[in-house]
């Protein structure tokens, strides 16, 4: 079919149509079998058919401007139960939107919208091969403007593009080490991990350092051209979904082995990131969940930490700096990360709240008082213990006495979720005990030994732990004093505590802060009991009626 009779027939494109014609008119700029082979491809009702096909989709698309007005529906959806969960016992509507929003057929919709909206649906096609002379390689020319973002080489760094670069060990080539995620590198979707830099600016860097290219880049203004050889796996990042509790503190500025201190992502315990890239093995990238629109950051990935955490306590063990193996760490634990999700509350399904703190410290105390203020709704089992029974007490309501033997036999079939010997008795609460009032829809109240953390902390209880915190000494001493308080290390309590018991309570709060610390949901100072108590009913309140992150194996 000639491009004549291409342009008379309505089945066919007419700027196909006017391209044949060109090629035809360039014959003597290509070779002949390109030129055939091009004018066999646009004239092939195939290709015709789909460029057809894509036209009306465009045309229509623009004339009722379907375009989505926006690609984020699900995260849309999620903010909108956050402020939903705080409205439900205010209006049935608000509670009946609630549960809509969460139904798995409405979620998997939100999903599909915003997949199609970023289309995400198109194919990732291979490249096409290119012939080359053996003499020859395939470069491309990439421009970005220089801003106030990361190019890494060796240990320094200068703002510049939102790449890392470094020197191949093989080939002592300078390579796209990493790209940053949000990062200007990154968005420009041209460069990636492998990419051999031949120059910058035309400068050639054959031979060079990374700190020599740093240095032309820092002396570079405004735009910078790359010339680059393209790496043999090349395709856009796509960021993952993780979000994790960080369960130790860092500080790229102290960490003598970060690529770049510049691009690194400092943190606190307990703060939640946005996982983004696991590409490397020891470095990850991340934003924290509270800045969603910033470049990513660099964060040692859960091998690297866990390997130094192991490394330090060899470390420790070696130089002879611990008593005992349990007097510095949990040898059982090796916080880094945990993944995380939010767990949404459910009306008439309570968490059990776990109030945890050093003997003496007052949760005992703090629970008594949140049971009594309302009974009806807030409960607490009734511990076991061997130990006789004394004058005043009632079977049931201190205590459920039990005998030594069955007590231990119970202890060895798991049936207590918490357990201990305490001069010559023990004591310890039973696992079904907390079903139970879990399951009679009241609030549960516990305030176990610490030890007791790994056992409670289960998918199936889900429990909202708080650290009920020792004030400093003069202050621990102060405030006791002043409210007569009676030690708790004597049977009889018949005395105030000794200045070697304060400190063995804020000794071993700062233990359990060490420990088991990054598991804590809330932290509470008991300075004075009234506004410990009015700063514990904030958090059950929470718990009750605020989606909040917990691990994901709880929400799954």
Known sequence: MTAAAMAADASYDPVLSKLVTSLKEAESLSSEQELHFLQNLLESKE?????????????????????????????????????LSQRCHISPICKEMFYLLQRPHVQSLLATHDAIAQKDFYPHLPDIPIEVDEDEETVKIVQLVKSNEPLVGAQSAEPIVGATIKTDEETGKIIIARIMHGGAADRSGLIHVGDEVIEVNGINVEGKTPNDVLTILQNSEGTITFKLVPSDGKGGQRESKIRVRAHFDYNPENDPYIPCKEAGLGFIRGEILHIVGQDDGYWWQARKECERTSRAGLIPSRALQERRIIYERTQKETNGDTKNENDDFDRELIATYEEVSKLYPRPGVYRPIVLIGAPGVGRNELKRRLVARDPEKYRSPVPYT?????????????????TRDRMETDVSAGKFIESGEYKGHLYGTAAESVKAIVNSGHVCVLSPHYQAIKSLRTPQLKPFIIHIRTPPFNRLKATREANRARSTFDDLNSRGFT??????????????????????????????????????????????????????????
């Open 47 to 83: 290709i015709n058919a789909l460029v057809n096909v894509h036209s009306k989709v465009a045309k229509v698309c623009k004339d009722n401007k379907c375009a989505p007005l926006m690609s984020s529906s699900i995260q849309v959806a999620l903010d909108v139960l956050e402020h």
């Open 386 to 402: 061997t130990r006789a029974m004394r004058p005043g007490e009632i079977p049931g309501r201190e205590y459920l006495f039990v």
């Open 499 to 556: 200045d070697e018991e304060f400190n063995e309570m804020i000794h071993s709060d700062e233990r359990i802060n060490f420990l088991y610390g990054h598991f804590f949901d809330e932290e509470i100072v008991n300075d004075n009991l009234a506004t410990a108590l009015e700063q514990l009913l904030v958090c059950v309140e929470r718990a009750e009626s605020e989606p909040l992150w917990a691990p994901s194996s709880w929400v799954q």
